[in-house]
């Protein structure tokens, strides 16, 4: 278990100008209400507080944040109140711990409408207040580390509702880490067997793997030496669900699966990420159509880095990302990497706002939809991440899941021009409304003056945003309910 000596340790190392009483008195705290408690595992209920703790500071979130995580289990498993955690720490950890409490009270056991509107009213409520999500993503993370001590009934609702929900939030809010984590862990209570084969099968190549890898590194550490870029380059490894989910999506075994090696050429500025894409292309041969650049186009959840793949001098494909340290920090901790301290107060980053904004107009989106099994499709719907992007004939980018029709994009440009939507030429030809459109695509909707959305769009679309413009529209005239 983390010490609270370790914690405080580890919390002063990102914010040393804030007083961390608070994180004492949150253990001391923790420590006296779940005094007679024990985990499953029978460990003592503490460790599961502190875990939750850990991860909160792995991240660099807040004090408050780190506090709410001690204290994230102390009204709904002990006799405390809201008046005592308010007296004690004040209005803002109580306020979290309240929220963690509410979304504990949701299980989403089943696809059945009253979770779905459970989980609509969770998301709504916690929007307010991104950390609270944070906070029960550690919770999550810790209890799904901790569940081989569950019945195998239990196992399998906790890792399926990981899956679908958990994971996927955590990807919505650019948290890659936590979320191949959960992956894994779901992965390894949803599928036992296939998990356990391709574990063996991924070690079993893994030698030689390595091997391929340091030579690849080594390849390009010297390129790189010649150049005045500065720059550490990362070997990466594939997590065994992101593997699975190949070898279904190409139908073929492990063993043909194509393995391609990962490396990451982490530098310091956005100029020298294209230098570096620059040097890698002259010295290696590039597979056509393998690069993409997530520095000019950011994915929804911002996500940034050149991706290009290579050939390896002795014959290999090499997947390369290239970004800038403070991306890849943003890459791996997402939302929570934007938290920054400036002598005690939070100075919130342009990204980080851009995050939030994005969800808060996400959650404004889905609170229009009217029932809520709509709401927990287009809640999966757009959770999804194949995206396309799609482009106006003026060059802009809009970013689309995957699916999306012109009438999605026409909403995406504007509500009047979905509005008044009578027709979409995608890359010089007409096309019907429900299209679908792909990455690339210039799409160009035609509008007519005093047309008005019709009924069977609702059919046609794929975004939240279109869905609950177009029934909005239709309610207020009474043409849906
Ligand atoms: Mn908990």
């Known amino acids: 278990m983390t010490e609270l000596s370790e914690m405080l340790a580890k919390f002063a190392a990102y914010s040393p100008h804030v007083d961390p009483t608070a994180l004492e008195l949150a253990w001391d705290f923790a420590a006296k209400a779940h005094a007679n408690q024990a985990r499953a595992s029978g460990d003592h209920y503490l460790s599961h507080c502190a875990a939750v703790a ?196 190409q139908g073929k075994p492990f063993e043909e699966i194509q393995d391609a090696l990962g490396i990451r050429l982490i530098t310091d500025t956005v100029a020298d990420c294209y230098a570096l894409l620059g040097v890698v292309h002259t010295h290696f041969k590039p597979v056509a159509g393998s690069f993409t650049d997530y520095i000019s186009t950011p994915k929804l959840n911002l996500y940034r880095s050149l991706h290009t793949t290579i050939t390896s001098p002795t014959g290999e494909l090499v997947e390369i990302q290239i970004r800038t340290e403070e991306m890849h920090r943003s890459s791996e901790y997402g939302i929570a990497a934007h938290w920054r301290y400036k002598t005690g107060e939070h100075v919130k980053d342009a990204h980080l706002e851009e995050k939030l ?76 409304l429900d299209h679908q459109l792909k990455s690339g695509d210039i799409c160009r909707i035609n509008t007519k003056k005093g047309s008005v959305p019709k009924k069977d769009w609702l059919n046609m679309v794929r975004t939240a945003r279109a869905r609950s413009k177009i029934r909005h529209y239709l309610r207020e005239r009474g043409i849906v309910e």
């Open 54 to 249: 850990d991860s909160l500071l792995e991240w660099r979130m807040d004090l408050p944040t780190v506090c709410a995580g001690l204290l994230h289990d102390t009204l709904e498993d002990t006799p405390t109140t809201e008046a005592q955690l308010r007296a004690e720490f004040g209005e803002e950890i109580t306020m979290l711990v309240a929220g963690v409490t509410k979304l504990d009270a949701l299980k989403f056991e089943s696809r059945d409408e009253a979770q779905a509107e459970n989980w609509r009213k969770m998301l709504l409520a916690t929007a307010q207040d991104i950390r609270v999500i944070v906070v029960k993503l550690a919770d999550r993370l810790h209890n799904m580390k901790t569940l081989n001590f569950l019945s195998r009934d239990k196992q399998k609702r906790i890792a399926a509702e990981t899956m679908a929900l958990y994971a996927p939030l955590a990807h919505r809010l650019g948290m890659f880490k936590l979320k191949s984590e959960l992956e894994d862990l779901s992965f390894s209570y949803l599928h036992q067997e296939e998990h356990a084969e391709l574990s063996d099968k991924v070690g079993a190549r893994l030698a030689e793997s390595e091997k391929q890898l340091a030579a690849a590194r080594a390849a390009m550490e010297k390129v790189v030496a010649g150049t005045n870029i500065p720059c550490r380059i990362l070997a990466r490894t594939k997590t065994l669900w992101s593997i699975y989910k190949k070898m279904e999506r």
């Open 357 to 432: 904004n994005w969800l808060r107009q996400w959650i404004e989106w889905l609170q229009d939809l009217n029932s809520p099994r709509e709401f927990l499709d287009s809640l999966k719907t757009d959770l999804e991440f194949n995206q396309v992007f799609v482009f106006t004939p003026a060059g802009e980018v809009k970013v689309l899941p995957s699916g999306a029709t012109p009438l999605d994009f026409a909403f995406a440009v504007h509500t009047q021009v979905g509005f008044a939507c009578v027709g979409a030429v995608v890359n010089n030809k007409m096309v019907k």
